[in-house]
């Protein structure tokens, strides 16, 4: 993901340097200008045709003012205000690469400048994001471990239940026994009881004497 935005803002810088080319040539169409091609430098003359002699030459990529064209050749004047007529095929209609360098290496030194900082910048929030992420790496580790201990915890609570309610299911057993025992002494005593009394001898009344 990083890389296609590293792709993305190389291919806008490369987009930039191409509008700044097409910048510069709008600017000199718009202001009727030409250059001599970097290929050679070129013989001029004194008119616009082969006849006319030749009086100088103009250096490739120099730059030039376009005054007026007629056939074949194209009249002039050059950075020292010299008028001359030079063949018209041997000019362009754009900035030659001798001057356009300084301004598209300026540019250059800018976009470089430019995306150097949206790396930093880059750098900066993928370190940011590295840093948060571990940070709740570590804390999902913790709840992961407390969540487990309270797991364990909860399951040894269970045990304990279950180890209570055997106890207490044991001793309402032992209780149920000894209530079934004490009712059936009681019932026994009282049986004993009942069979012995007929059997024991009555007191007699006395008699009165006075009868």
Not at 3 to 27: D, K, M, T
Not at 54 to 76: C, F, M, P, W
Not at 94 to 116: G, N, Y
Request: one cysteine or more; glycine letters at 8%.
């Amino acid at each position: 993901m990083h890389v296609n935005r590293f792709r993305f803002h190389y291919c806008a810088a490369a987009a930039g340097i191409l509008l700044s080319v097409a910048s510069i040539q709008a600017h000199a169409q718009a202001d009727n200008q030409a250059w001599v091609t970097d290929e050679l430098s070129t013989y001029v003359r004194s008119g616009p045709t082969d006849g006319y002699r030749i009086i100088g030459t103009l250096n490739a990529g120099e730059q030039v003012a376009v005054l007026e064209t007629s056939g074949d050749y194209t009249r002039v004047r050059n950075s020292d205000g010299n008028t001359v007529w030079v063949l018209s095929d041997e000019l362009q209609r754009t900035p030659s690469a001798i001057e356009q360098l300084p301004e598209l290496e300026a540019r250059v030194e800018e976009l470089t400048a430019e995306l150097e900082g949206i790396n930093d910048t880059w750098e900066q929030r993928v370190s940011s994001m590295t840093e948060t992420l571990d940070v709740r790496e570590r804390r999902i580790a913790e709840l992961e471990a407390s969540n487990q201990e309270l797991d364990s915890q909860a399951e040894q609570s269970r045990q304990q239940v279950r180890g209570l309610q055997a106890r207490l299911e044991t001793q309402e057993e032992d209780l149920l026994m000894r209530y079934f025992m004490y009712g059936g002494g009681v019932a026994g005593a009282g049986l004993l009881v009942g069979l012995i009394v007929p059997h024991l001898p009555r007191r007699q009344k006395k008699r009165d004497r006075w009868f």
